[in-house]
Structure formats: C-alpha cells, structure tokens
C-alpha cells in the first residue's frame, strides 16, 4: 500500500536562509508526486507536481522538488525563504491510473525574521 | 473563474446529530473529491465521484458517511449520529479529469477552504 511520510512536523528557520522540507513514500508501481501547500486560514494549493520526464520540478515562487526514484523520495526546496513562505506543506502520491492522493502529515514551516 | 466553495466554513454540532456539509466544485470540473483533515490522521481521502459513473467511497470511515453529488455539480457530505471523533477540517476538491493516463497531464486537485466540523 501506498503511504507518504513527512519526518518534521515542524521547520524553524530564519528568512533568507535556506530550507529542505522532507517527503519518503513507500509504493510498488509507478507513481505521480505532488506538494500542497496551505497558508493560514486557507484551502490547500497546489505547489509543484511530478508527472514524468526531468525529475527536477520548480514553483513559481523559488521552491524546486527532485524526485529520487532509488530513494524514494521528494524533498522540497528554497535556497532563501521569506515571510511569507510560513505555511504547512504536505507531500502527496498517487499511483499511476488512480486518482486518490495520498497524503504526508505535513510539515508546518515557520519562518522568523 | 471562481474556485471550489464550501459551505458552511464551521459547524458546531451536537454528539448524535446529523450534518450536512456542500461542495459547490469549479465549473467544468468532472471529477469531486472529498477528503479530511484531522488532528493525528492527517489527510486522508474520503470519497471520489466521476460524472456519472458511480462513485468510489472506499475512504468513508463507517456507514453513518454518505455523500451524494447531484447533476454532476453540488455534492453533500452527510455525517449521521455526529461522534466526538468525527471533528474534523472537511475538505472538497475538484479536477477537470480523474483516472487513467490523463491523470497526471490534467488532473491537478484544486481545493476548496474546508468546512471545520466540530463535534461537542
């Protein structure tokens, strides 16, 4: 079965300083790989996604994902975070021909000044 | 161009009592998710319906969940006999497509702001 696990619940960091939010899955067959993230007091966005093709995926607002097949994972990550960037982000998964997401438990990101 | 909406933003119900939660997706959307969010569970996914094949309701926790979706558009999340562990951030998505190999192509999951449902 699938499951997607996200290690840090929470992410201190100070603004412009670099981040790397940790995402493992676990599936047998091929995959789709997706990161959510949901703002205070907001619905869940889409972030970035892999679907195929080059296994470095980027957002519009800086953070880029790589999908490593060998160890099964999809970090996310920013090289300078602002303010802004505070949100919970969840890592998905769902397998090839199915349409259910599977989500991590999220990983809260709280950056300071 | 309006996104997915849900109605209400909380509820605050009684143990015992039936709920009704609504989904209104984005236009066009063929598929309708729903999901929920509670504490030590995470996101876990609930039901799926696509047009008018029937639906998926493999993720309901115990028969009091239901759901339906009428006309293909709104759909209704209804809880009965309402538990203490049933307090939860109900969430509705929808997409244009679900299934298949157009999955990943097309079928981005945009979410709606959640219904908060709490159960005293």
């Known amino acids: 079965a699938q499951s997607v696990t996200q290690l840090d619940s929470q992410v201190p960091v100070f603004e412009e300083a670099p981040v790397e939010l940790r995402c493992n899955y676990s599936?047998?067959?091929?995959?789709?790989l997706f990161w959510y993230v949901q703002y205070p007091n907001q619905g869940l966005q889409l972030l970035l996604k892999?679907?195929?093709?080059?296994?470095l995926v980027e957002s519009i607002n800086g953070f880029e994902a790589e999908f490593n097949k060998s160890q099964t994972s999809f970090h996310l990550r920013k090289p300078s975070v602002h303010i802004s960037d505070t949100a919970e982000y969840f890592c998905?998964?769902?397998?090839?021909?199915?349409?259910?997401?599977?989500f991590g438990s999220g990983t809260r990101l709280l950056v300071r000044p | 161009g309006a996104g997915v909406s849900q109605s209400p933003s909380n509820k605050v119900t009684e143990k015992g009592k039936d709920v009704e939660l609504r989904c209104d997706p984005i236009?066009?959307?063929?598929?309708l998710y729903w999901y929920r969010q509670s504490l030590g569970q995470g996101l876990e996914f609930l039901i799926y319906?696509?047009?008018?094949?029937?639906?998926?309701k493999s993720g309901l926790p115990s028969d009091r969940f239901s759901a339906e979706r009428t006309g293909g558009s709104v759909s209704t999340l209804t809880i009965q006999r309402t538990q203490q562990e049933d307090s939860a951030v109900y969430l509705c998505?929808?997409?244009?497509?679900?299934?298949?190999?157009?999955?990943?192509?097309?079928?981005?999951?945009?979410f709606g702001p959640g219904t908060r449902l709490t159960v005293l």
């Open positions: 599936s047998s067959v091929s995959v789709y």
């Open positions: 998505a929808s997409s244009k497509l679900a299934g298949g190999t157009t999955m990943g192509s097309t079928d981005t999951q945009y």
């Open positions: 998905a998964v769902s397998e090839d021909s199915s349409y259910k997401l599977i």
């Open positions: 319906f696509q047009g008018n094949s029937a639906p998926d």
């Open positions: 236009s066009g959307h063929t598929a």
């Open positions: 892999y679907l195929s093709g080059s296994t």
